[in-house]
């Protein structure tokens, strides 16, 4: 097959995929030519970032590489990001595209926080440095920035006017502040530098002056900020948890995070927030204030200040006296995009966090599609069980499945589904409710799983001696008290189960488990622990099961002695015909009504029944009508990934979007890590804001069992 020859100078990165011939992720080339199947043929650099090298970045080899694995650059970002080492930091940059696109634009005098053996350091961008002597036509230079640094009187730090200032790559810059975050009265002084005798390193002369225009912009903002700086004692903006904010420090330099916990701190008469910034910052805690722990969060980013001094963070909110609210074309910055024939694997453990974990990730919202962007997000973010459903031939799908492979191989592929995709997945739906408002998840799983794939029901309940009963979700029904205060989704199975008689046919590939809630107006318990497996051994209609008190093969069962105090509470009771009599000789249980087992003919009495194990890999969550989910991205216990499809939005109702964003929570790993006894006498208030909002606000949970694929019926519909 002939190649197409590039005309135009293209470059990219590779950001997914297994190496093949040298193209691994991270790493940065230039097209040569793009064949008809979808792949490039291009040449691989190689680069030396944090001035580790002298030579520019010089081309080792060329080979194959497919094009959905790789994300274009232009020529200046792929300079920027070959001076960065290792290969994982270009990834983790380019995840954070609000940030990449701000470097991309430094020019001098421009303010930035680097980061620095002593800790972040606001400093001024002096020049744009080229790395490297280009000893051929394929050579490419490495680009990096000479930076000054600012100390707190907010003076230029350089004692020697006659040294070079350091060196800084791209992905040691951590925040450009925006021109007009810098406070009146703050005046940079003129640096002079001498000629530069570093080997391999030259300033680029014809670096963009935007400084100029910077000061302008300044200036012009000087009225404004007068009037912010006179109002804010006595209004400001009003806040919540999950609000993005920025706070200008005593320095100066704006930093940006999110509201983890808002309240009045010991000692203190006026309303805190306790913020989790972006990146660390020296003095900051990990979410312990004056000796008092509010929220965790990784060291030296937790930063406590009066909610005065916080303001909706600026590069999300557009200002009115900015430029105008944008229109309903205004769309977010995100890649193209191209779906391939193939359908994408689900998102290794490894590579996950680069992919997925940042602002405009994962699937944006739009008009009430909170619940099925979670449910969404839940089911295919990461769900090997699950990824068998999209395996059809796309020619023979019916459109609306193929638009649902669309958005999943998007996920996994970009991180980034953009709503209109999900917009014309609900159009394709069918209901004109499920268009525009907001419906409950399960109803859109059963209309998904049902209509959608034309899976069979995951379920099949057997109650009493009655014939099956298909079903794809399964609600809890109980009496409130039948359980304790803070039951764990375990006991609520069990306990929901015996309750109604019912069983389970056989063991379901996927279970989704209903809490006892409806919406955001009725919540039967105020907090409910998670299980992270369910075994539902006892559950399953004519399987063999252990006595509960000597493990031999069990004949009878007695709802009344699931919550008897001195036999273990909330466990399920079932007893070979020795230790039922045994039991039940007691006068407490003397009126229990013990139900016959249907125990299996070839089940041998003195063999260890075999338990059946289900874990757990997605929980959805409601909040004032609005749903989340936290989802489980690998087998790692702190792999874990918090999704809010409408976490912000850029302009007004009207106009604008929603940006979704990703979180990695890793404290829900260790917090579920702890034994049940301990989990059940936690105090949840105490708890850091993502694992409270797990415990208060769980909807669903959603289990697999891994060896067990979903089935599909041996019809299909057109």
């Known amino acids: 097959m002939e190649p197409t020859p590039v005309l135009k100078e293209k470059f990219f990165i590779v950001i997914r ?35 580790g090298s002298s030579n520019a970045g010089s081309p080792k080899s060329g080979g194959l590489v497919r094009r959905e694995d790789t994300y274009p650059l232009s020529r200046h970002q792929a300079q920027l990001l070959l001076f960065v080492s290792p290969a994982s930091k270009r ?12 470097i991309c634009e430094l020019s001098q005098d421009d303010l930035v926080v680097v980061k620095h053996k002593k800790g972040h350091l606001p400093g001024l961008v002096k020049n744009l440095m080229q790395i490297g002597r280009k000893e051929n036509k394929d050579d490419l230079h490495m680009l990096g920035f000479e930076v000054e640094f600012v100390d707190s009187d907010h003076n230029l730090s350089s004692k020697k006017p006659a040294a070079p200032p350091p060196l800084f790559s791209a992905a040691d810059i951590v925040q450009v502040v925006p021109s007009y975050s810098v406070p009146l009265g703050l005046h940079w002084k003129d640096s002079q530098c001498g000629d530069l005798n570093r080997k391999g390193v030259t300033r680029i002369n014809s670096m963009p002056n ?7 912009v300044r200036e012009n903002r000087t009225e404004q900020s007068v009037i912010q700086s006179q109002s804010s004692s006595t209004s400001h903006v009003s806040l919540e948890v999950g609000s993005m904010v920025e706070v200008v420090s005593n320095s100066g330099v704006t930093v940006y995070g999110v509201v983890h916990w808002l309240g009045v701190p010991e000692g203190k008469t006026d309303k805190w927030a306790g913020i989790e910034l972006d990146y660390e910052v020296n003095g900051c805690s990990d979410g312990e204030y004056r000796g008092q722990r509010y929220f965790t969060c990784k060291g030296g980013r937790a930063l406590f200040v009066p909610v005065t001094k916080c303001s909706p963070d ?5 200002s009115s006296t900015g430029r105008e609210n944008p229109q309903p074309t205004d769309t977010p910055p995100v890649p193209t995009y191209e779906d391939p024939e193939e359908d994408a694997p689900p998102i290794p453990e490894s590579e996950a966090l680069s992919l997925l974990v940042g602002r405009m990730k994962g699937i944006q919202g739009h008009i009430n599609s ?11 973010g990461s769900s090997v069980t699950l990824d068998n459903i999209c395996k059809k031939p796309a020619d023979t799908e019916k459109p609306i499945t193929c638009t649902l492979r669309k958005i999943v191989n998007r996920l996994r592929r970009q991180g980034f589904v953009p709503a209109q995709n999900v917009m014309n997945f609900r159009k394709q739906l069918g209901c004109d409710t499920f268009r525009t408002e907001e419906k409950d998840p399960e109803e859109f799983i059963t209309v998904l799983f049902q209509k959608v794939l034309c899976i069979e029901p995951l379920l099949k309940l057997r109650s009493g001696q009655e014939t099956c009963q298909g079903a794809y979700t399964f609600q809890i ?15 609520l199975l069990d306990t929901s189960c015996l309750s109604g008689d019912l069983k389970f046919e056989k063991m379901p590939s ?29 559950l399953l209609y004519n399987s063999p099961r252990e006595c509960f008190l000597c493990g031999h093969l069990a004949e009878y069962e007695c709802l009344q002695c699931l919550p008897d105090r001195k036999l273990q509470p909330g466990r399920i009771k079932q007893y070979c015909s020795t230790c039922n009599t045994q039991v039940h000789t007691h006068p407490s249980r003397q009126g229990h009504s013990p139900k016959a087992l249907a125990v299996p003919a070839d089940a041998a009495s003195d063999t260890p029944v075999p338990r059946h194990m289900m874990q757990l890999f997605a929980v959805l969550c409601i909040q004032t009508s609005h ?15 918090f999704f809010d499809s409408m976490a912000d939005r850029c302009g007004d109702d009207q106009h604008g979007y929603n940006i979704p964003v990703i979180r990695a929570c890793p404290e829900l790993g260790d917090f579920l890590s702890k034994p049940e006894e301990e989990l059940a006498c936690s105090n949840p208030s105490q708890a850091s804001e993502l694992v409270r909002r797990l415990l208060c606000d769980s909807y669903m949970f959603l289990y697999q069992n891994p060896a067990t694929p979903l089935s599909k019926p041996n019809h299909q519909e057109p």
């Open 370 to 380: 909170c619940y099925l962007d979670a449910a969404l997000f839940s089911l295919f």
């Open 477 to 491: 029904f109980l009496e409130r008290e039948q359980m304790g205060q803070m039951p764990t989704v375990q006991q």
């Open 91 to 102: 990834l983790e940059l380019l995840c954070n595209p609000q940030l990449f696109s701000a």
């Open 627 to 641: 749903y989340v989910s936290f989802v489980k991205f690998g087998p790692d216990p702190h792999s874990w990934l």
């Open 510 to 538: 996927c279970l989704m488990v209903q809490m006892p809630r409806f919406g955001n107006k009725y919540k039967m318990f105020s907090h409910i622990i998670p299980s992270t497996e369910l075994d539902i051994t006892d």
């Open 17 to 51: 995929g297994k190496s093949r011939k040298g193209f691994c992720r991270g790493c940065i080339g230039r097209v040569e030519a793009e064949l008809q199947r979808g792949e490039l043929m291009g040449l691989l650099y190689s680069g030396g970032g944090g001035g």
């Open 210 to 216: 935007i400084g100029s225009h910077a000061r302008r």
């Open 314 to 318: 600026g590069r999300f909110v557009c």
